[in-house]
């Protein structure tokens, strides 16, 4: 239908080929933008990144990888949902997130964002589930964040919410399997 | 007819509250679940944010755990565990080649036809219908229901209630005798997994869902997902800070208001591990004729 | 035994660059029948067709096979020149080897040999053509309009104007149409009214045009020239010929709080009604799902009342029959309401309003009188936002086409807005600006430059009410997308202009074509704006796809002029390809078995059931006929029919086949 609508290994090109979603149905109504809930925290609403996917412009290709927006995105939905050409946005976020991981150009702004993302899922890696003090001491090991939150945890414990031991599940070597397969895998270094 | 509970990490953990509720108001009303056994985290946000194929293998040894054991349907009441199981499902049902590898992966057998139920169709079609006979203390207040983000969208494929200003939780609480409000912060996001990372912005739009629910005269919020729970509910001081007011109404979950309803104690609900207390005033009490044991 | 004559045009260089037409004539003259072959430079000049005529004289030819361009191109003028030599014209025909064969091969002996056996081919047709006569058929010279909007006005006063008879049919109470519930129309600013008013009284004086208001049309059968139609006329309740338009039932009425239709239920009327003061006709209608007697059996003040003793509370819906020669559609659009967008309140919000309530509320003659305030609590809006696209280009709510009217009509109501509150702001929130006519740009501006509408380029994502306000949700994309949020007193959506409820139940009794959204399609988008594929009906106006007033008022007098073209003869002539039933003498009458499965298939409803009698009555057996004024030669019922009863003239089955084996040899 539409064989040469995109330059090969354009990022517009690469998320047509991935995830048949075609950017150029995109006509920046703005609806996306002006629905998202984080617009003020971007450098660059859903709507901008669009249309940068859209000029295939290796510059602004750059740009998007190394975007704050990416992160600061909250997955609602809400973009998707209102979208009148039901341009799948979130999934489009995902590549761009992945791209910019596999990169290394992750926003220096976003390092915390990604840190507790790598946290989260280092705790599935070796648990098979999220034992929530392990992310958070994981994550304050990463993101320097000491003091953070600390008030919480006493609060957290009496309240029974905190697991001091962390939850196993029996089929770890599936889990750890699984990363090895895809994020772990070597051509992604994280 | 056999249900399977997919409970999550969340609801073992910082909202553990909710798996009791969930599972205290099944036993009450002669439900028997069943948890998938050995299951794992479904990735939640980290894992499609990171790698799209982690994203799909963690949800599918989920879902073939949950084919190996035979259930009929699979309830998922965490709200974003059940995003993610029923969009990867969808998602290698239309793509063959994708679903291969993902199985090829795995080394199991996925088949990707289990029926995935989030909490409230759970509700719908396993307690309304034995639920009227069973109500002593009609949740008698007038709460704002809150959906968030992942119950209604995408609704392409959850084809679940309608994306804007959503009737199915609503519909619940009447059923309980309470007074569900109509308020404009229904289905926008409370912040989600920025919670730990970015809390500053959890605080601002949990703050206008907050404040939105209160300045129409909700009593409480109630809410179906534990993410939303945490961010309105632990985070209240950050809201507060944000908004610049003290909030008090408490946030439960609809089935502890549903447990609440049919006379089971706070205790067992799990109402004292919130973080903003539930001091909702009593009502009276209905004398209804109960069938002799 | 035959004597065909065969002519080779050259076509200048056209044909005669790549196949060789010396060859092909020398060939063609040994062709078995063939009595004459000739070659020329140009067939179709004055000494082309002279050559023709001369040599079917000459050679006492009694077919004629002329090889040149496509029969599209001059058929029609070679059939002429043979009529004009004594042949029956049907007795010609055209072999393509321009079009066909020297416009798309390369020169040699290919192209040569296939234009060879092109022409062979044809003889063998033309052998077995039969002269056939040109159908006649009688019309009526009265147009039915259906709708009484500006568009159907137009069309009626012009046809009537050209002095034939008209018959006007209109669903509610009084014609006018949309037209007369704008306020001020683009872009002049003209009061629509005031223009229209004029015309429609023209309509109602005009001896010409008999008006059924409060009617709809039932069923129509016939065809171009020939049509039948029923029409329904609702009961109004009243006598019209005693009633005076006095109005003293309206007032007496005591059911006075029913949402008006034409207000756009932001104003009240009783349940005995004009729907507005300048209405024509200016005769009330009883609401029978809202009237008191109908409902309960009490009350009928309104008779008491009535002056003239005009109310009639037994009266019947009318059954009309009426023969027409034409039909125009003219039943315009309607717009969608505020309950289509979920977004935006579903619509719930009394202030989230229509493009076309707030012509109400602009309106001189409106439910505030012409003053621009709140539905809900009647204060007047100091912050009005505008959202433009509102249904329109979007997919997702299954409108993909832009309704064309709504970037026009914003501009005019931000500009209606400044000129009565001094002091409000108007936002509009937009996607692109679409002002592609005469003047259109200038005004567009002018709302902008002079009258100080903020245009902001983007579309708003979430409209909700808190405290009486209206929060709307917007962005700016010329901005960086940045998010715009509007603390509004006011919202005005220009919503999609849809089909007219009730568009696809007419087209089907109309027996003519719509597409997805039900707008009536026509003949050809390009060139046949007007035609549809049904002879004998046009459209006029927004019943065809939404288009502002000059568009509609230019498309029905197109529409009057087609329908004055259709009535300058006394008959219709029709091509002569027509498919035929044969039929035999008693005890057969027809090698048709009956079993009408002809009927169904035929696009055009021509088959139908002929009872063949004896000469007391009785009945033999009924056999199908096609009518021959209605058949458009498409030859699916010779296609289907099962014991081969059905011929195409022109193209029968053996001329078919003859062509086919010449071919393979």
Not at chain 1, 84 to 110: C, H, T, Y
Not at chain 1, 153 to 161: C, D, F, L, S, Y
Not at chain 2, 146 to 164: A, M, S, T
Not at chain 3, 163 to 185: N, W
Request: proline share 5%; hydrophobic share 40%; aromatic share 8%.
């Amino acid at each position: 239908m539409s064989g040469h609508l995109y330059k090969e290994n354009s990022l517009a090109g690469l998320i047509h080929h991935e995830h048949k979603i075609s950017v150029a149905k995109c006509y920046q109504c703005g609806k996306c933008s002006a629905g998202c809930p984080v617009n003020t925290e971007m450098d660059f609403p859903p709507s901008m990144v669009l249309r940068m996917l859209q000029t295939e412009d290796p510059e602004l290709e750059e740009k998007l990888l190394h975007a704050f927006s990416i992160w600061m995105c909250v997955t609602c939905e809400m973009c998707y949902g209102r979208c009148p050409m039901e341009i799948d946005i979130p999934k489009i976020m995902d590549f761009l997130r992945q791209k910019s991981l596999e990169q290394g150009k992750v926003n220096p702004k976003a390092k915390r964002i990604v840190k507790f993302h790598k946290a989260f899922l280092d705790s599935v890696k070796h648990t098979g589930r999220v034992s929530e003090l392990g992310i958070i001491a994981d994550y304050k090991m990463r993101s320097f964040a000491f003091t953070q939150d600390v008030m919480l945890a006493p609060k957290m414990i009496r309240r029974g919410k905190l697991h001091l031991i962390p939850e196993m599940i029996k089929d770890r070597s599936m889990v750890k399997k699984l990363f090895k397969k895809t994020i772990n895998k070597k051509e992604n270094p994280l | 007819m056999r249900i399977g509970l997919y409970p999550g990490c969340s609801l073992t953990g910082s909202s553990r509250e909710y798996k009791e509720s969930v599972v205290v108001v099944a036993k009450a009303l002669g439900i028997i679940l069943e948890e998938v056994p050995d299951w794992n985290c479904c990735g939640a946000t980290a894992a499609h944010n990171l790698n799209h194929e982690l994203a799909l293998a963690l949800p599918t040894r989920i879902l073939a755990l949950a084919e190996q054991a035979g259930f009929d349907k699979l309830v998922i009441p965490c709200a974003a565990c059940y995003s993610r199981l029923t969009i990867t499902q969808d998602e290698l049902n239309n793509n063959p080649e994708l679903k291969a590898k993902i199985i090829a992966h795995l080394g199991m057998d996925f088949k990707g036809t289990m029926v995935i139920q989030n909490a409230i169709q759970f509700i719908q079609d396993d307690i309304l219908p034995i639920l009227p006979a069973k109500i002593t203390k009609p949740f008698d207040y007038k709460v704002a229901c809150y959906y968030g983000c992942l119950l209604v969208r995408p609704h392409g494929i959850l084809k679940f209630d309608r994306p804007e200003d959503p009737q199915t939780m609503d519909a619940v609480i009447s059923a309980i005798g309470g007074t569900p409000i109509e308020w404009a912060f229904k289905n926008e996001c409370c912040g989600a997994a920025m919670s730990i990372a970015r809390t500053d912005v959890v605080g601002k739009l949990s703050g206008n869902i907050v404040k939105d629910a209160v300045d129409r005269g909700a009593e409480a919020i109630i809410v179906a997902c534990p993410m939303c729970h945490s961010n309105l509910d632990m985070r209240r001081p950050n809201i507060n800070k944000a908004m610049g007011e003290k909030f008090e109404q408490p946030v439960i979950y609809i089935t502890q208001a549903i447990g609440l309803a049919i006379g089971l104690s706070p205790k067992e609900l799990g109402l004292q591990r919130h973080f903003v207390a539930v001091n909702l005033p009593e009502k009276k009490v209905v004398e209804t004729i109960m069938e002799e044991k | 035994m035959a004597r065909i004559g065969v002519f080779v045009c050259h076509c200048g260089e056209n044909i005669s660059a790549t196949v060789d037409c010396e060859k092909v004539a020398a060939v063609a003259a040994e062709f078995p029948g063939v009595v004459y072959s000739v070659d020329y430079k140009y067939m179709c000049s004055d000494p082309g067709q002279t050559l023709v005529k001369e040599a079917i004289i000459k050679h006492r030819l009694d077919g004629v096979v002329v090889s040149a361009c496509s029969p599209r191109m001059h058929e029609p003028t070679f059939r002429r020149a043979t009529e004009e030599a004594g042949l029956n014209p049907y007795l010609c025909e055209m072999a393509n080897i321009r079009e066909h064969c020297s416009w798309v091969h390369e020169k040699g002996d290919a192209a040569t040999g296939k234009a060879i056996d092109t022409i062979r081919t044809l003889v063998e047709k033309v052998k077995r053509n039969t002269p056939l006569q040109p159908i006649r058929v009688p019309i009526t010279k009265t147009a039915l309009v259906i709708g009484g909007g500006v568009a159907g006005i137009q069309a009626a006063l012009d046809i009537a104007n050209a002095g034939h008879k008209v018959i006007m049919v209109e669903r509610d109470p009084s014609i006018g149409g949309h037209m007369s519930q704008l306020s001020e129309t683009f872009p002049t600013l003209d009061c629509s009214q005031c223009i229209l008013t004029p015309r429609m009284v023209e309509v109602a004086q005009n001896k010409n045009i008999k008006l059924y208001s409060y009617a709809e049309v039932e069923s129509v059968d016939g065809f171009i020239g020939n049509f039948k139609v029923k029409i329904r006329k609702k009961a109004k309740s009243i006598d019209e010929s005693l009633c005076t338009g006095c109005g003293e039932c309206t007032t007496k009425c005591p059911m006075k709080k029913i949402p008006s239709e034409f207000e756009q239920f932001l104003g009240k009327r009783p349940a005995i009604y004009i729907p507005f003061p300048q209405a024509v006709p200016n005769k009330p209608v009883i609401d029978k799902e809202r009237c008191t007697y109908y409902l309960k059996g009490k009350c009928k003040i309104c008779e008491k009342v009535c002056p003239t003793k005009a109310i009639r509370f037994d009266q019947e819906d009318e059954f009309i029959d009426v023969e027409v020669g034409a039909i125009v559609v003219a039943t315009g659009i309607d717009i969608k309401g505020t309950d289509f967008f979920p977004e935006y309140g579903y619509g719930k919000y009394k202030d989230v309003i229509t493009g076309l309530q707030f012509e109400r509320l602009a309106s001189a003659s409106g439910p505030t009188g012409g003053e621009i305030r709140r539905p809900s609590d009647g204060t007047i809006p100091k912050k009005i936002v505008f959202v433009k696209c509102a249904g329109s280009r979007d997919p997702a709510k299954g409108i993909e086409y832009c309704s064309k009217i709504c970037c026009m009509y914003t501009a005019k109501h931000t500009m209606l807005y400044k000129h009565k509150v001094h002091d409000g702001t108007a936002y509009v929130f937009y996607m692109d600006i679409r002002a592609g006519g005469k003047n259109y740009e200038e005004f567009v501006r002018r709302a902008i430059s002079e009258d100080g509408a903020q245009y902001i380029r983007g579309r708003v994502s979430k409209i909700y009410e808190k405290n009486g306000k209206l929060m709307v949700y917007g962005a700016d994309t010329l901005l960086s997308a940045r998010a715009v949020e509007i603390e509004a007193d006011m919202v005005v959506l220009a919503t999609a202009s849809v089909a007219s409820s009730g568009a696809e139940e007419l087209a089907q009794r109309l027996h003519t074509s719509y597409d997805q959204y039900n707008f009536f399609s026509e003949a050809h988008p390009k060139l046949k704006p007007i035609e549809t594929n049904t002879g004998g009906i046009f459209l006029a106006g927004a019943c065809q796809f939404p288009k502002d007033i000059p568009e509609s008022v230019m498309m029905a007098s197109g529409a009057a002029g087609k329908v004055a073209c259709l009535f300058a003869n006394d008959e219709l002539t029709r091509e002569p390809i027509v498919a035929e039933v044969n039929r035999k003498g008693a005890p057969y009458y027809s090698t048709c078995v009956s079993c009408f499965m002809c009927i169904p298939v035929c696009p055009y409803q021509a088959i139908d059931r002929e009872q063949i009698k004896d000469r007391n009555g009785n009945l033999i057996k009924e056999l199908a006929r096609v009518n021959p004024g209605l058949c458009q030669g498409c030859g699916t019922c010779v296609a289907l029919c099962r014991s081969k009863s059905i011929e195409l003239h022109g193209f029968s089955n053996s001329q078919m086949m003859a062509e086919i084996i010449a071919v393979l040899n």
